[in-house]
């Protein structure tokens, strides 16, 4: 009789049962815990301002534009800047100058106070011409530097943001129908614009003004270079009522001693040029 076939089976072998997805689960977990983290490290790093808007969202998630963090368009809006928030605003501006070399030797003629008003940034001319030549609304390199950096670090806030410019008693000698007051007020405006090309919202800056030689800093001495000056004023949120008064009343800052000043609204890119 023949001799039947050899019949080998091999049997592979199974796979375990099936996992599910609980290492689905697992893993989005973790990612979510990573976000978390991040967002904390991020938090912890940012202003103070970042971090009051992000908690009143936690605080009332449901709530409208109006309310801090409740939205985009509310983040800021009411937000309370204290004095001691402006101080620490002092503070961290002043670390920022100082880790720049070139600007170590400005240091004396830029200087902020707190006021009634918010953080006054002043930047004081010398006889030399710091931030602008004599006679000029246009800024040097030293002018420009300083205010990009100040514009980089102020467009980071919600405040709105006043300009001011200042001369001292010397008559202008250019043009004829051209002053100080024309002067003051187109060195506020050059500040102004390049501010909002370095960082600054166009809708941040609320007021641009011109005093000319009427708010000296040294009464004593109209000639000083130091009342050749341009200051820029964080204001606190909230007080847009008191935007034309720059201090309280009963409060004087230096050389408050004479009224007026020019107020120019926020101009064009052309505003201000002159041939």
Do not use: C
Not at 10 to 33: C, E, L
Not at 106 to 117: A, C, D, G, P
């Amino acid at each position: 009789m023949p001799t039947p076939p050899i019949i080998v089976i091999k049997k592979k072998g199974g796979h375990g049962g099936h996992h599910g997805g609980a290492w689905k689960v697992a893993y989005a977990d973790f990612v979510t815990a990573m976000m978390a983290l991040f967002i904390v490290l991020w938090l912890m790093n940012s202003s103070k301002p970042i971090q009051v808007a992000v908690s009143g969202y936690f605080k009332d998630p449901s709530g409208t534009g109006a309310k801090t963090g409740s939205s985009l368009s509310g983040t800021g809006e009411g937000l309370q800047v204290t004095k001691q928030d402006m101080a620490k605003l002092k503070e961290e501006l002043q670390e920022s100058i100082q880790k720049i070399a070139d600007l170590n030797k400005l240091k004396k003629n830029i200087e902020m106070t707190v006021t009634s008003e918010g953080l006054r940034i002043e930047l004081l001319e010398s006889d030399k011409g710091t931030f602008f030549d004599s006679g000029s609304s246009t800024l040097n390199k030293s002018g420009q530097e300083i205010v990009t950096l100040l514009a980089a670090e102020l467009g980071k806030l919600p405040n709105h943001i006043s300009v001011e410019g200042h001369t001292d008693a010397k008559p202008y000698t250019g043009k004829t129908s051209y002053g100080n007051w024309e002067l003051s007020t187109d060195r506020a405006n050059a500040a102004r614009r390049l501010m909002q090309q370095s960082g600054l919202r166009l809708d941040q800056v609320s007021q641009v003004r011109g005093f000319a030689d009427q708010r000296l800093r040294n009464l004593k001495d109209p000639l000083d270079p130091a009342n050749r000056r341009i200051s820029i004023i964080v204001q606190y949120i909230n007080n847009h009522a008191d935007e034309e008064k720059p201090l309280a009343e009963g409060v004087k800052g230096p050389g408050e001693g004479k009224p007026s000043a020019a107020v120019a609204k926020v101009e064009p890119e052309t505003a201000g040029k002159k041939p």
